[in-house]
Nanobody, 119 residues
Framework: HVQLVESGGGSVPAGGSLRLACATS????????MGWYRQAPGKQRELVAH???????NYADSVKGRFTISRDNAKDTMYLQMDSLKPEDTAVYYC?????????????WGQGTRVTVSS
């Protein structure tokens, strides 16, 4: 079955960096678009960054220039390099996988990893 496992969250001071990883199994990773989402307390889940299977990327305006999404198809893993972190980046970060099928796109989600940025 499909599994997505995030890692790399933690607590850092403002201005610090973290690198999140999302290890996947159970699908053909290279065929799938991937994304990082986050949910802060009391807020809706929002898209942080997205990467297509051709490695075309796009970012939320709030993280452009600070975060970098990437993928390693040989390792079935996606990454999110987060630099110049701000307190408003504090959230649970989720990875998502979007698998194309003849009947539409299936989405799969990880369990989330917590990122806390202190001021």
């Amino acid at each position: 079955h499909v599994q997505l496992v995030e890692s790399g969250g933690g607590s850092v001071p403002a201005g610090g960096s973290l690198r999140l990883a999302c290890a996947t199994s159970g699908t053909i990773f290279s065929r799938n678009a991937m994304g990082w989402y986050r949910q802060a307390p009391g807020k809706q889940r929002e898209l942080v960054a997205h990467i297509t299977r051709e490695s075309i990327t796009n970012y939320a305006d709030s993280v452009k220039g600070r975060f970098t999404i990437s993928r390693d198809n040989a390792k079935d893993t996606m990454y999110l390099q987060m630099d110049s972190l701000k307190p408003e980046d504090t959230a649970v970060y989720y990875c998502a996988q979007f698998e194309p099928t003849p009947h539409g796109t299936l989405d799969f989600w990880g369990q989330g990893t917590r990122v806390t940025v202190s001021s």
